[in-house]
């Protein structure tokens, strides 16, 4: 049984910086391309980064030059490293398969809040 686990959100003030992490049980993340992916409150869930199996990176344009996707193939994680955040940040983060990979069900996420 696949199970994903986000970790690392939190509550932070504009500009702060914040890693969250994806653990993924029963499969294997090396081989797949994968995504980190946000839902804010009364809006849809949206791909903000992906990462393939070469470790090329793909982000979302409000992602771009702020955030960074990484893997760590020997610890099965992914992460998404997030620097100068904004307000409009603020939301739950998930990750999953990306890019044509198959998808998963979905883990609980990890909240994101950007305040002051």
């Known amino acids: 049984q696949v199970q994903l686990m986000e970790s690392g959100g939190g509550l932070v003030q504009p500009g702060g910086s914040l890693r969250l992490s994806c653990v993924a049980s029963g499969i294997i993340l090396s081989d797949k391309q994968w995504g980190w992916y946000r839902q804010a409150p009364g809006k849809q869930r949206e791909l903000v980064a992906r990462i393939n199996t070469y470790s090329e990176t793909n982000y979302a344009v409000g992602a771009k030059g702020r955030f960074t996707i990484s893997r760590d193939n020997a610890k099965n994680t992914v992460y998404l490293q997030m620097t100068n955040l904004k307000p409009e940040d603020t939301a739950v983060y998930f990750c999953?398969?990306?890019?044509?990979?198959?998808?998963?069900?979905w883990g609980q996420g990890t909240q994101v809040t950007v305040s002051s």
């Open positions: 999953n398969g990306a890019g044509g990979t198959t998808m998963y069900r």
